[in-house]
């Protein structure tokens, strides 16, 4: 939503050519931007080469279509508090999945012990058994 609001900016503004003052900065998105301000209005050139305001030119349609973009975005997207309490409910339940595995697992290895443990009782059982038959018969 950024960048389109960004896209939306840059055109918008770019409808007027006055400037006065200038200052550059850099965005986190990396867009590098030049504002230019006359009139409390300001103005954006871009250095992108995807921008829809290459030489000025503010086209009313594409003003409009940038409008309904963010109202789309704007309703298809959640509001910041309802994300953040979904991505805590996700990290909960993410560790209580680990917390249910690492259980499961434990369980798991202590069913595997023992039923080695009952094997080798079995396997003795059986040695014994075999050796009282021999004594039995002879």
Same mark, same amino acid.
């Given at each position: 939503?950024?960048?389109?609001?960004?896209?939306?900016?840059?055109?918008? $503004?770019?409808?007027?050519?006055?400037?006065?003052? =200038?200052?550059?900065?850099?965005?986190?998105?990396?867009?590098?931007?030049?504002?230019?301000? %006359?009139?409390?209005?300001? #103005?954006?050139?871009?250095?992108?080469?995807?921008?829809?305001?290459?030489?000025?030119?503010?086209?009313?349609?594409?003003?409009?279509? $940038?409008? =309904?973009?963010?109202?789309? $975005?704007?309703?298809?997207?959640?509001?910041?508090?309802?994300?953040?309490?979904?991505?805590?409910?996700?990290?909960?339940?993410?560790?209580?999945?680990?917390? /249910?595995?690492? %259980?499961?697992?434990?369980?798991?290895?202590?069913?595997?012990?023992?039923?080695?443990?009952?094997?080798?009782?079995? /396997?003795?059982?059986?040695?014994?058994?075999?050796?009282? #038959?021999?004594?039995?018969? %002879?």
């Amino acid at each position: 939503m950024f960048h389109v609001v960004c896209a939306l900016t840059r055109t918008l $503004l770019c409808a007027f050519p006055e400037s006065t003052a =200038r200052h550059t900065h850099t965005h986190t998105h990396t867009h590098t931007h030049t504002h230019t301000r %006359s009139m409390g209005v300001p #103005k954006v050139r871009s250095k992108c080469s995807s921008l829809i305001c290459l030489a000025g030119d503010v086209n009313h349609a594409t003003i409009e279509e $940038l409008r =309904r973009e963010i109202e789309q $975005l704007k309703t298809n997207t959640v509001p910041r508090r309802k994300f953040d309490d979904l991505h805590s409910e996700y990290t909960t339940l993410k560790d209580s999945v680990a917390q /249910l595995k690492a %259980s499961f697992n434990k369980k798991l290895l202590d069913l595997m012990t023992e039923i080695d443990e009952e094997k080798k009782i079995r /396997l003795n059982m059986q040695v014994e058994i075999d050796r009282v #038959k021999k004594l039995a018969m %002879s």
